[in-house]
């Protein structure tokens, strides 16, 4: 059997590739790319059929982050010309998250910046969380606040919290590159305090940092033996004012590959297809859909993303169809994994796909110099990102390309209309 064949056979199986697997799909190249798509779709068929679940980032505190994390646009020092504010009131953010839920999503993510919240911002976070369900009490509110305390969890998950969003963003061995203020080992704490107060851990990744594949795989290896329900991929987006600013390293196909990666170590998982998806999949991100099962709809916290009607529109011409309230998300084998949590992605439903997030931190800001859109409008794809390294020369564009991202000037905490 080929490489592809093995892999297709151990999804549909549920069995874990090895290293050597994983780091091969990574090393495929341009020739053989949709036949990757193709064994990654198969795989994603399994488990979630043709649906793809929508998710919806309400961003209540923006900007002014003491930590130190290189790629985003809210950190210490950052020169990003973002939205900066401090909580938005229940109301206020229970009107932007029934704006999402009015274009589709099933999800709401509600996000803080900071290194953690505190006792008061939990209680701030319960009584959003409560104006949400009050006005549609299926919606799944997943949290994403940074670093928890002890009995945090357990607070959200009495709130009526149904997942906690905290990602690993790139491997142990080089996380200390990328941040300073805290530690790989601090994010895994979070997650395990997410998993043991019975809240769905959500944790995913950031591509295009400048890792290697060795610390691809390793990171997404370790997001395995975390166990989430879902694994958010985020496709880093640079931006003037921070350390990564040049780091432009990513091209559709690269970004296809680690994809598919990821859903090989993660079969039956929701792998979601976060932040820079539109400026680094561009054209292709109907084939994103083949291999994810789930997306943001609209906006990311600090920048402007597609249309929220192209989104529905790109789901709908790919031949998928948009994941209901009533629909489960993970097959019934993984109901286990968080029984008792709540959350609607956890009933128990046929076993195969066609039965019935959080808070992607970097890849979200943009160029200073980026113009504002107007209310409703989506971001334009251009092409002319720089390819990744190693890529024939004559693929290279002459200069990385900025414009590609707009900053985020609608939605929670302006007065313009959010984009769902």
Known sequence: MDLLDILTDKGLRRELPSREEALAVLATTDDQLLDVVAAAGRVRRQWFGRRVKLNYLVNLKSGLCPEDCSYCSQRLGSKAEILKYTWLKPDQAAEAAAAGVAGGAKRVCLVASGRGPTDRDIDRVADTIAAIKD???????????????????ERLKAAGADAYNHNLNTSEATYGEITTTHTYADRVDTVAKAHGAGLSACSGLIAGMGESDEDLVDVVFALRE???????????????????????????????????????????????????????????????????????????????????????????????????????????????????????????????????????????????????????????????????????????????????????????????????
């Open 135 to 153: 006005a549609d009490e299926n919606v799944e509110v997943c949290a994403c606040l940074g670093l928890l305390s002890d009995n945090q969890a």
């Open 226 to 420: 975390l166990d989430p329900d879902s694994v958010p991929v985020n496709f880093l987006i640079p931006f003037e004012g921070t350390p990564l600013a040049e780091e432009w390293n990513l091209t559709p196909q690269r970004c296809l590959r680690i994809l598919a990666m990821v859903r090989f170590v993660c079969p039956d998982i929701e792998v979601r297809i976060a932040g820079g998806r539109e400026v680094h999949l561009r054209s292709m991100q109907p084939l994103g859909l083949h291999i994810a099962n789930s997306i943001f709809l609209g906006d990311y916290l600090t920048s402007e993303g597609q249309a929220g009607q192209a989104d529905l529109d790109m789901i709908k011409d790919a031949g998928f169809e948009v994941e209901g309230a009533e629909q489960t998300t993970l097959p019934r084998h993984r109901a286990h994994v968080a029984a008792g949590a709540g959350c609607g992605g956890h009933q128990e439903e046929s076993a195969c796909g066609t039965g019935g997030g959080c808070g992607p931190c970097g890849g979200h800001g943009a160029a200073p110099e980026a113009v504002a859109a107007e209310p409703g409008s989506g971001s334009e794809s251009k092409p002319g990102s720089k390819p990744e390294s190693g890529s024939k020369p004559e693929s290279e564009s002459d200069e990385a390309r900025t414009d590609l991202v707009r900053v985020r000037r609608r939605g929670a905490g302006t007065e313009l209309a959010p984009n769902a």
